[in-house]
């Protein structure tokens, strides 16, 4: 590269009439060198004439000392993808010093070094070392206040509570969706933070809030980004770009590692955390906690904007419908797979072809385009979601099938029955099953206590005068006499 004497003396000699190649050869330079630093200064000498230029600015490049052109040039070794993950170690160790406090096992230059090798980046140590000193060295990030049109924001996230359910203690999932301008925070309880429920918590809301807003802002999750190209380009998941092409919002990704980006959603799980299951973390089922968490927010939100919000938000749209559709198989054991879980369907389907709709919370199967049943989705692997009546044709014909088998013992309370009256007369027991079988299991379980107080064999009283021997009389007679009494736990009353 010329210095500054020799531009100066490039432009001299041209002033004069020389030649570029003339010029080129007295200066031991490249004829187009020559010709780069000549056009430059006739351009600059131009604009020089225009009233409306920065005349200081001109001035300041015509005497400026030649340097590279280094906007187009990138660093070989030292990559976007080693930038990245550059900062998500020196996360993690800001991460490890909350957690431990004041410690002395912080990650070495060495030792950071040796991780990316070993996670087979080609960079050396040196460049490694003065990237890190560069962005510890970094000014402190300066924040400033956003002010929130009613309607314009709503920022998502997930947050974790510990729970106890029936005596259980597990971990769940809180999604919630805040709005800054309508100082507005709601969230929904969930037993996992899956694609599925991410899609539910956005309808539950719109459905709520009757509209949609302007804009939805993420984090890096998995549920947003289907994959990162490079440190700043993100591929979103194509199932929140059809969400937001239906709804109407647009999608802002936060940057990595940027929580204060959507800092009033992240402040929001903590509140709601905390005023919500700080105090009461104990309930009999999940749906007592759904309850609660719903009494607790509508205290919480008493002082937002959000019914003024409303009349601010997008016009709301038909509810969107969120069923994965699939196609299968029913086995031999009348079951249809959906994620490693199996269902059961009526058994006249048993090497049939059906569709299935699984939401976060239900899946419901259908045949040729009718609707056959629907079952709770059950969580885990290789779990079975069981229900008996759907068996009552092949029981019909196999009674002592149903004596050991997973349909019944799927139901203790049946179960029970069966033991202790029907099990010399099955065929009975599948009657008054396949009688009552468009009822709920509580249903059916009324109607077998009727026959309960009968007798062992479930023979009903209104049979009695069908009966021949005396020894069966007799037994009827007496468990007629126990019908009028009262027995314990069933809520049946002495009758006057």
Same mark, same amino acid.
């Not at 597990?170 to 309508?182: M, T």
């Not at 179960?415 to 008054?432: V, W």
């Given at each position: ?10 432009? $001299? ?30 351009? %600059? ?117 510990? +729970? ?63 994959? #990162? ?13 059809? /969400? ?5 919002? %647009? ?46 927010? +509508? ?60 939401? #976060? ?43 050991? $088998? ?7 309370? +049946? ?25 709920? /299991? ?32 007799? /037994? ?21």
């Amino acid at each position: 590269m010329i210095n500054l004497l020799e531009k100066s003396t490039i432009i $001299s000699l041209k002033q004069k009439g020389h030649s570029n190649r003339v010029v080129a050869r007295m200066q031991g330079i490249n004829r187009e060198t020559v010709g780069r630093y000549w056009n430059e200064y006739l351009t %600059q000498q131009a604009r020089l004439t225009d009233p409306n230029v920065n005349i200081p600015g001109v001035q300041e490049e015509i005497v400026e000392k030649p340097k590279y052109n280094s906007s187009s040039r990138v660093p070989k070794k030292y990559t976007k993808a080693i930038d990245c993950r550059l900062d998500q170690i020196l996360e993690e160790e800001k991460t490890k010093d909350k957690i431990l406090g004041n410690h002395k096992q912080s990650l070495t230059k060495e030792q950071i070094h040796k991780k990316l090798i070993e996670e087979g980046f080609d960079i050396g140590y040196t460049t490694i070392s003065t990237h890190i000193n560069i962005k510890i060295a970094k000014a402190k990030e300066c924040f400033i206040k956003q002010l929130y049109e009613l309607g314009d924001r709503l920022e998502f996230d997930f947050g974790e509570v510990k +729970l106890e359910i029936n005596g259980v203690s597990n971990k769940y999932y809180l999604a919630v969706l805040s709005s800054p301008g309508g100082d507005f925070r709601w969230a929904f309880l969930y037993k996992n933070q899956k694609k599925d429920v991410f899609m539910d918590a956005h309808v539950k809301f719109f459905e709520m809030v009757k509209g949609v807003y302007k804009e939805v802002v993420y984090d890096n999750m998995k549920n947003v980004v289907a994959k #990162f190209i490079g440190r700043n380009e993100k591929q979103l998941n194509e199932d929140l770009i059809k /969400m937001s092409m239906y709804y109407g919002f %647009q999608i802002n990704v936060t940057n990595c590692f940027s929580g204060n980006e959507k800092g009033f959603v992240e402040g929001s799980v903590k509140i709601i955390r905390n005023a919500v299951f700080a105090i009461n973390y104990k309930f009999i089922s999940f749906e007592q906690a759904e309850d609660y968490l719903n009494s607790q927010l +509508l205290k919480l939100n008493e002082i937002s904007k959000i019914e003024e919000e409303k009349l601010c938000l997008l016009p709301r749209k038909p509810k969107l419908e969120l069923g994965i559709v699939s196609y299968n198989n029913v086995n031999s054991y009348s079951w249809v797979c959906v994620n490693n879980n199996f269902y059961s369907v009526p058994d006249y389907l048993v090497g049939r072809k059906v569709t299935v709709k699984s939401y #976060f919370n239900k899946v419901i199967i259908y045949s040729n385009n009718s609707w056959v049943c629907e079952h709770k989705k059950v969580d885990g692997f290789n779990e079975i979601s069981i229900d008996i009546t759907h068996y009552l044709n092949t029981l019909i014909k196999k009674p002592g099938a149903i004596k050991n $088998s997973l349909a019944l013992k799927s139901i203790p309370k +049946l179960k029970t029955i069966y033991d202790s009256h029907f099990n010399a007369n099955p065929k009975k027991f599948i009657e008054i099953l396949s009688d009552n079988k468009e009822k709920s /299991m509580e249903e059916i379980l009324i109607e077998f206590r009727k026959y309960t107080h009968v007798s062992k064999n479930a023979v009903p009283i209104d049979n009695l005068c069908n009966l021949k021997n005396i020894n069966q009389i007799t /037994m009827t007679q007496m468990a007629r006499y126990d019908q009028y009494c009262v027995q314990k736990g069933d809520g049946v009353y002495a009758k006057h």
